[in-house]
């Protein structure tokens, strides 16, 4: 069984729930493409991270953003 995991930044509330259906569907379908696996049991996890709790070069991702507006 294929399982595809997503991590990306939640930021401005997130992803929607279309646009995770989006992501789903999309990601599924180009593995199935690609890989020529089963549809069916291809898992596909989507995780969105709150910038506090990441870094870039030892700083958290939140101070970054706002140095940087």
Do not use: C, H, W
């Not at 997503?6 to 990601?27: C, N, P, R, S, V």
């Amino acid at each position: 069984m294929p399982i595809i995991n997503l991590k990306m930044t939640k930021e401005d509330g997130g992803a929607t729930k279309e646009q995770k259906t989006a992501l789903i569907k999309g990601l599924t379908a180009v593995f199935v493409d690609v890989m020529g696996r089963g549809q069916k049991t291809t898992v596909v996890t989507i995780e969105e991270i709150e910038t506090d709790n990441y870094g870039i070069g030892g700083e958290p991702v939140t101070e970054l953003r706002k140095s940087s507006s």
